[in-house]
């Protein structure tokens, strides 16, 4: 099914270890100004209350423990994974990965709110 995704919502997987507790995002950072190659760099985010449910998954609140982004608060929205039994079925769930990859965009943030793909 992956293949068949928009390049919008390929586009926007993050690579991710996940536990019972806490989700590891693996992110690669360069900085060609200065000749900086390629490194790896890890985010442990807490799962901490949970905030809703909905149709396709749950929304839960992650608070950022180790790396870049150490102290910050957002909430996840995680996707049920499971095979779509249905043409319909699998456009509503496209439909849902395409709207949390648009709105996990940088420009659609507020300075209190951080959205973020964990998985699909």
């Known amino acids: 099914m992956e293949s068949s995704l928009p390049d919008l919502v390929r586009?926007?997987?993050?690579?991710?270890?996940?536990?019972a507790d806490h989700v590891v995002h693996i992110i690669y950072v360069s900085n060609v100004s200065i000749g900086?190659?390629?490194?790896?760099?890890?985010?442990?985010?807490e799962t901490g209350k949970f905030l809703g449910r909905g149709s396709f998954g749950c929304v839960l609140l992650q608070k950022c423990t180790s790396g870049p982004n150490s102290g910050q608060?957002?909430?996840?929205k995680e996707i049920y994974k499971g095979t779509p039994s249905s043409f319909q079925?699998?456009?509503?769930?496209?439909?849902?990965?395409?709207?949390?990859?648009?709105?996990?965009q940088e420009r659609y943030r507020c300075h209190r709110t951080v959205t973020k793909t964990t998985r699909y």
């Open 36 to 45: 900086q190659r390629r490194a790896r760099v890890e985010e442990r985010w």
């Open 73 to 76: 608060v957002r909430a996840v």
């Open 11 to 19: 586009d926007t997987k993050l690579e991710t270890i996940r536990a």
């Open 89 to 104: 079925a699998t456009t509503c769930y496209t439909r849902e990965l395409e709207a949390i990859a648009k709105f996990s």
